[in-house]
């Protein structure tokens, strides 16, 4: 299994209901094999640590963080444990600046910017 995940870390009045990685899932034959989540600074610690178990269990996985705002960061910070722990099989992108979120991504080692379509780029980190 594979997971693609996006993350948004956005204000307290503003909801975003947009999966940026639905795009890259037409791409794969065997959609079964991979499983689409969403998640925001808002959502419940019980979905979150679903979330987690699914990255642990997942042979590799993406990670998309969208970030509108620094504030609520810090609620991912027990999911970053999930991700240091898989760091060679995850690949995480940013979308928007966030001093916070950039250090707790310090350690993983798949870390890009996401400037305009990383289909590609995904698909091919998940097929190694």
Same mark, same amino acid.
């Not at 034959?29 to 679903?50: C, I, M, P, Q």
């Given at each position: 299994? %594979?997971?693609?995940? $996006?993350?948004k870390i956005i204000p307290k009045d503003k909801f975003i209901f947009e999966n940026k990685l639905s795009a890259v899932k037409g791409k794969f034959? %065997? #959609?079964?094999?991979?499983?689409?989540?969403?998640?925001?600074? !808002? @959502?419940?610690?019980?979905?979150? %640590? $679903?979330?987690?178990s699914l990255v642990k269990e997942s042979e590799k996985s993406v990670v998309l963080f969208e970030s509108c705002t620094e504030d609520g960061t810090l609620c991912f910070r027990k999911f970053m444990e999930t991700l240091y722990k898989k760091k060679d099989n995850i690949m995480v992108l940013t979308i928007g600046d966030n001093a916070v979120l950039d250090k707790?991504? @310090?350690?993983?080692? $798949?870390?890009? #910017?996401?400037?305009?379509?990383? @289909?590609?780029?995904?698909?091919? !980190?998940?097929q190694d």
């Open positions: 299994m %594979k997971v693609l995940l $996006h993350l034959t %065997k #959609a079964e094999d991979l499983v689409l989540l969403d998640a925001d600074n !808002f @959502s419940d610690g019980e979905y979150l %640590k $679903h979330v987690a707790l991504l @310090s350690p993983l080692t $798949h870390v890009y #910017a996401s400037e305009g379509d990383q @289909s590609s780029r995904i698909y091919d !980190f998940l």
